[in-house]
């Protein structure tokens, strides 16, 4: 035989034994953005190059060495998304959506990285991700912190998922803390990996967030963003934790959560959790209040957050179980007992159009059907044999509980089966 072609490494196969909890999350995701009046916005899977160089920046992992880049036929460098943000800013600033308007988006779909796999980490993994253009104030970032706790409560993954909060006050009163991060970092180059030592003057504000064993040590005693607030930046933090202070919502304040970008601004978070190895971080978020100016929009302050959703996935398997296996398995022996099977589990279709129904049309014997019936997971069986057939009647028999087989009239199965089902 032929080697069979695979599928692109890191992009995954969503399995039918998987897609329940899949519907699951994006549904209750849906009706939660919708609840707080976020309006679902599609934008395309590729845009120029362009357009992530300017919105992530040139000294970044994404752009440096994790894009899907190439020319089309027309000599254009075209890019796969690697997340949604400068899509939606783009697609915003295009369509006029930000004039004199505030606008609260949502997008789930995938985004493409060229990184290496491993567990939570894929080339194609899927965001879910909301952004609120227009208000500048923390009580819409708490809003937003909000909503992913009630999300990880409606998933009942709530005790997995810890909040860990910071800010990155203004851009002037950062520059002064990239000062102080330079010379601090100076004076520890030893410590340094090759990584961070290329970003010491480019992207000091990212070594932060390095992941080398060997540099955590060092990284504790580098200097905070919190000891260089100016008066706005700190009102503004205040504010966010006295917010989330009265909605009950626990968190930690992590001086090491940083983005490294001029536009981010005042408040950064995650929502990590420890079951799921070093990719821990399932959702991170925070304000990019100087985007949209720096795409050629006009200034509008915005704030946002972006959710893996393998990783929510993979921990919904230990908290959820879906129910997707038939309710009614309708078993047919003879060519007459198709066609009355098929007509009657059309009329039940219609009459009931939320019960799962499986005919078995393999034509086996009725024990073989019986098997896959029991198999299958489903409550119920109804059976046309030869009998049936000839006294158009219709045979139940409940697979899940010991009661015994009983024969009906047709135009009488649907009262039956209103009571089996229900009860
Ligand atoms: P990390 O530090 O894990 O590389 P990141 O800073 O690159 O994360 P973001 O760009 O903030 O991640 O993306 C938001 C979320 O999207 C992450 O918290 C994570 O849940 C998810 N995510 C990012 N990259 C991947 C990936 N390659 N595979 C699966 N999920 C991912
Ligand atoms: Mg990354």
Not at 43 to 62: H, M, N
Not at 167 to 175: D, K, V, Y
Not at 353 to 366: K, T, V
Request: hydrophobic fraction near 35%; aromatic fraction near 10%.
């Amino acid at each position: 035989m032929a080697n069979s072609i695979q599928a692109v490494r890191g992009m995954n196969d969503i399995l039918p034994s998987q897609t329940s909890y899949w519907c699951y999350l994006e549904e209750t995701l849906r009706q939660i953005a919708s609840a707080y009046c976020y309006s679902e916005i599609r934008f395309p899977l590729l845009e120029q190059t362009a357009l992530f160089k300017r919105t992530i920046g040139e000294v970044t992992d994404i752009i440096e060495k994790e894009m899907y880049t190439f020319d089309d036929r027309n000599g254009d460098s075209l890019s796969l998304r690697p997340e949604g943000t400068a899509g939606c800013v783009r697609a915003g600033i295009q369509n006029g959506l930000f004039h004199n308007q505030q606008q609260r988006l949502w997008y789930l779909g995938p985004m493409f990285r060229y990184e290496r796999p491993q567990l939570g980490r894929f080339r194609q993994f899927f965001q879910f991700g909301i952004e609120a253009f227009g208000m500048a104030e923390a009580i819409v970032d708490v809003e937003q912190i909000l909503m992913t706790s009630r999300i990880w409560q409606s998933l009942g993954l709530k005790d997995q998922i810890k909040l860990q909060i910071n800010t990155l006050g203004s851009s002037s009163s950062r520059e002064k803390y990239r000062e102080k991060l330079i010379e601090f970092f100076s004076e520890n180059i030893d410590t340094l990996d090759e990584d961070s030592r290329r970003r010491l003057t480019s992207n000091p504000l990212r070594i932060l967030d390095s992941k080398n064993p060997d540099m955590q040590l060092m990284l504790t005693g580098a200097p905070r963003m919190l000891d260089y607030l100016d008066d706005n930046s700190k009102a503004h933090f205040d504010n966010l934790r006295r917010y989330l202070d009265k909605s009950g919502i626990d968190y930690e304040v992590n001086p090491r959560i940083v983005r490294g970008l001029d536009y981010y601004n005042m408040t950064v978070y995650e929502w990590v959790t420890d079951r799921l190895g070093a990719q821990g971080t399932v959702c991170a978020g925070g304000r990019y209040d100087g985007l949209v100016e720096h795409l050629g929009g006009k200034s509008t302050p915005a704030v946002g957050f972006a959710m893996g959703l393998e990783r929510v996935a993979t921990l919904l398997e230990s908290v959820y179980s879906p129910d997707a296996s038939p309710q009614v398995y309708i078993i047919m022996v003879g060519q007459e007992a198709f066609d009355r099977g098929l007509s009657v589990s059309e009329k039940l279709h219609t009459l009931f159009p939320e019960i799962r129904i499986a005919c078995d049309y393999s034509a086996g014997s009725f024990k073989n059907q019986f098997r896959r019936a029991d198999k299958s997971g489903a409550k119920l069986a109804l059976i046309f044999g030869q009998d049936e057939i000839q006294n158009h009647t219709v045979s139940l028999k409940y697979l899940r509980e010991d009661r015994p087989q009983c024969t009906l009239p047709e135009d009488e199965l649907h009262q039956c089966l209103l009571k089996a089902l229900v009860d």
